[in-house]
């Protein structure tokens, strides 16, 4: 079992960053891939990064290319999405998710485990 828990939401102006972070439970932390997901209402919920469990792969959807960045931090159980430039259209609760799998999946069906998700509100 994994227990995913996220922080770092918030509200901020279009243009502003946010970091967030997401602290799983377990001593196998490194050998899932990891993923960031966001959900506005009435869309589908979508990949937006993933990075493998050594780090060395990632995958970061068109829409925040350039914009975001995924990490993480095996030592500390803990994966970061560093969000830059954002803008309205961000506005999304955010999610991280854990898949036992060597490359990063960006379908959320793959994924195993979820957390409780955190609010972004970017306004314009």
């Known amino acids: 079992q994994v227990q995913l828990v996220e922080s770092g939401g918030g509200l901020v102006q279009a243009g502003g960053s946010l970091r967030l972070s997401c602290l799983a439970s377990g001593r196998t932390f490194s050998s899932y891939s990891m993923g960031w997901f966001r959900q506005a209402p009435g869309k589908e919920r979508e990949c937006v990064a993933a990075?493998?469990?050594?780090?060395?792969?990632?995958y970061y959807a068109d829409s925040v290319k350039g914009r975001f960045t995924i990490s993480r931090d095996n030592a500390r159980n803990t994966v970061y999405l560093q969000m830059n430039s954002l803008k309205p259209e961000d506005t999304a609760v955010y999610y991280c998710?854990?898949?036992?799998?060597?490359?990063?999946?960006?379908?959320?069906?793959?994924?195993?485990?979820w957390g409780q998700g955190t609010q972004v509100t970017v306004s314009s």
């Open positions: 998710a854990a898949a036992p799998r060597t490359k990063p999946p960006i379908s959320p069906l793959i994924y195993d485990y």
């Open positions: 990075i493998s469990g050594s780090g060395t792969i990632t």
